[in-house]
């Protein structure tokens, strides 16, 4: 057969939302790059995604559905093939048995970003579980606090126009460590750069992204409110605000300005752990460059005070009015510039949906042991694997082995979550299925047409669903669907078609143009077209409606800092993306085993060595990892890699034993970067082969 290429989407959780190649010879994908005349994305795709066809095509893929014949958390061999209809059977009777006893809100669906496709995503799967009535999950392990605070302060996830950031003549990469997070928005910025642009990074670590800018501000973790104070305070000082555009499209700049007050550069820096010349410096370039863009990383928001942190952060560019420019503002999300509505589609008007409960996704650790009622007794789990990646993994173990919780997943591969399933149910990946994709880092809209047949059994995920819904009996039209009706109802009310897609692949679908400055005038997606920097609905929650300070929890208690001196951040890897490819030999290979690294000072005073094992403990558990001695990161700072998997790592733990369930001041969104924890040689390294 003839070698055929396939326009597609890159489906994971990252800004960049590459479009790809994928060749395909005798039916087997053979070839993967990225699609060289995307206008954004342009070919490269990055070093996760590189070897992707290892994956989809590996030894390792689920191609059948499997159910537990032995006890929970013991791996695959407790598991037994069966039929889909046997599985589908098994999962009714199972949901059908906890609500009878306990009523639908005892069923919980768990879903996140394993894929940002809206067909295999967050629309069939939360429709039945509403019909069903079902608990609701609020989904907000990401970016639950950035985008609470950014809909408070500009009406919803929107900014400068990304690939506008070539004008900027100033840009804060602001908690955004782009070379491994955010690959495809670089180039933009270093185009920027070779125009004369000066390029800081603010982050707590020394990142990949710190060491290529022009200069690198390291503040202590969970400050950066305090930080973004102090630089418009000292605008104020310097009379550098835009009283006029100030005056025009927001609201609350007295009320702010009077909180500034309190705010001195002094203030600022002692907080932040910086030298006041280092704010006052950059405060000066902030006060005389034009146009300043603020593109604002997710990483600043893992800690208690994150929604205010963002709001602040966000505000800089208000204070200064780089709305007015192409190439100035903040941009922390491009979500809100999409008009596709998600939850028009997984929740139609036309379909019963009776009222029920939520439950916040970043507390599945305390909902599974206690804090929900009715408690939890049914989960269903896809595009997820929160054994994992969700906070204070001791805890979660400890719900997920319940023996009265019935537990399905839909998986690819065998991840830490299966191995607490009562179902496994086999799904398939991208080039497998049809899927229609937005970006949260850019403003065009994918289509993805399967191009290769599924191995095995493997179903996509709506189609599971569907079949859920008949093995439940539920028959509304609704719960028949197709996946191209699912395409069309997404698509519909906005300017794009299916048939744009299927002709074109991506089209632009937010109507804002290349290098636009959409908010020079305002035009805010408020009720009023103005941003609020005083926001009076903030009450509700407990927050100071004027843009302000809320320091962290842990990393700002000195009482906890005497047992547990180190603040630990658990980082994005530039091979792993959350919990995907943490299975696979090549992407394991390049990221190593867990390491922790430690500033110089901390290793000598804990007497430690490169490379020497150790143990990261506070009061909820603890995990093994090498040491690296390097000054990436500050004194009193301590970091390690997010996404491996507990089964493959040293000891059966990862850096999430440690985490806490704990809010955040805005969004409910966990506090990864919020914690304490000391570190000591480890005696032995048990658990170092894996488990099964």
């Not at 509505?341 to 036309?350: H, I, N, Q, R, T």
């Not at 439950?359 to 009622?373: D, F, K, P, V, Y």
């Not at 607490?420 to 065009?444: I, R």
């Not at 007497?607 to 990161?633: C, I, K, M, Q, W």
């Amino acid at each position: 057969m003839p070698r055929t290429t396939h326009l597609g989407a890159c489906p994971l959780d990252c800004p960049d939302t590459c479009t790809w190649q994928l060749t395909v010879e005798d039916g087997r994908a053979v070839g993967l790059r990225g699609d060289r005349e995307h206008p954004f994305t342009r070919g490269a795709l990055c070093g996760k995604v590189n070897r992707y066809l290892d994956v989809l095509n590996g030894p390792d893929r689920l191609t059948t559905p499997l159910v537990r014949v032995g006890p929970k958390g013991v791996g695959r061999s407790a598991y037994t093939a069966v039929s889909w209809e046997e599985a589908t059977d098994r999962v009714a009777a199972g949901l059908r048995a906890a609500i009878d006893r306990f009523g639908a809100e005892t069923v919980l669906p768990y879903y996140f970003a394993g894929t940002m496709g809206h067909v295999q995503g967050a629309t069939m799967g939360p429709r039945l579980f509403a019909h069903l009535g079902a608990s609701r999950l609020q989904t907000t392990i990401c970016t639950g606090a950035a985008s609470a605070a950014l809909r408070s302060l500009l009406g919803d996830r929107v900014g400068f126009e990304p690939e506008s950031i070539v004008e900027a003549r100033l840009i804060l990469l602001w908690g955004a460590n782009m070379v491994s997070t955010n690959l495809h928005h670089w180039p933009f910025v270093q185009q920027a750069r070779e125009r004369g642009a000066y390029v800081v990074a603010i982050d707590p670590l020394r990142t990949d992204t710190a060491v290529r800018c022009d200069e690198h501000l390291a503040p202590l973790p969970g400050t950066d409110a305090a930080l973004a104070l102090g630089l418009m305070r000292h605008l104020v000082d310097v009379d550098a605000t835009d009283g006029a555009w100030l005056a025009a499209h927001t609201v609350g700049w007295p009320q702010t300005a009077a909180r500034l007050a309190e705010w001195p550069v002094e203030r600022a820096a002692a907080e932040c752990g910086l030298a006041p010349d280092v704010v006052r410096r950059l405060g000066d370039r902030i006060a005389t460059t034009r146009p300043t863009a603020v593109r604002i990383g997710l990483g600043l928001q893992r800690h208690h005070g994150a929604g205010q942190a963002i709001r602040a952060v966000a505000a800089l560019s208000l204070v200064t009015g780089d709305f007015r420019y192409p190439g100035g503002g903040s941009l922390c999300m491009t979500s809100g510039h999409h008009p596709i509505d998600e939850d028009a589609v997984a929740f139609p008007s036309d379909l019963p949906t009776p009222a029920a409960r939520t439950i916040n996704m970043s507390r599945i650790a305390a909902a599974l042991t206690g804090e929900a009622e009715p408690p939890v007794t049914a989960l269903v789990v896809f595009n997820a694997n929160p054994a994992a990646t969700a906070p204070d993994q001791q805890r979660l173990r400890a719900g997920l082995g319940r023996d009265d919780l019935f537990t399905t997943v839909l998986e690819q591969r065998w991840t830490d979550t299966c191995d607490w399933a009562d179902v496994v149910l086999p799904a398939t990946m991208q080039p497998e299925h049809l899927d229609l994709h937005s970006s949260y880092g850019h403003h065009y809209t994918t289509l993805n047409v399967p191009a290769v047949e599924a191995p095995g059994q493997a179903l996509p995920n709506a189609e599971i669903f569907r079949r859920i819904a008949a093995a439940l009996g539920l028959d509304h039209p609704r719960m028949r669907d197709s996946d191209a009706d699912l395409v069309r109802q997404l698509l519909d009310g906005t300017p794009v078609t299916l048939d744009d897609l299927r002709e074109h692949t991506y089209v632009r679908g937010s109507g804002v143009p290349v290098g636009a400055a959409p908010y020079a005038d305002g035009g805010f997606p408020t009720k009023d077209g103005r941003a609020r920097l005083v926001d009076p609905e903030l009450v509700r929650y407990g927050v100071d409606p004027v843009i302000g300070y809320t320091p962290p929890a842990e990393a700002a208690d000195p009482v906890l800092a005497r047992r547990f001196p180190l603040v630990l951040l658990s980082v994005a890897s530039r091979y792993l993306l959350n919990s995907t490819f943490a299975g696979q030999p090549w992407h394991t290979a390049r990221v190593g085993p867990p390491r922790l690294h430690l500033h110089p000072d901390d290793a000598a005073a804990r007497g430690l060595t490169d490379g020497e094992p150790v143990r990261v403990h506070n009061d909820r558990g603890s995990f093994l990892a090498d040491v690296v001695v390097d000054d990436r990161t500050r004194p009193g700072v301590a970091f390690t890699h997010k996404a491996y998997w507990a089964r493959l790592s040293p000891g059966g733990n990862t850096v999430n034993s440690v985490t806490a369930v704990r809010d955040t001041d805005l969004g409910g969104a966990p506090t990864f970067h919020d914690t304490r924890v000391e570190v000591s040689t480890a005696p032995a390294r048990p658990g170092d082969e894996d488990p099964e």
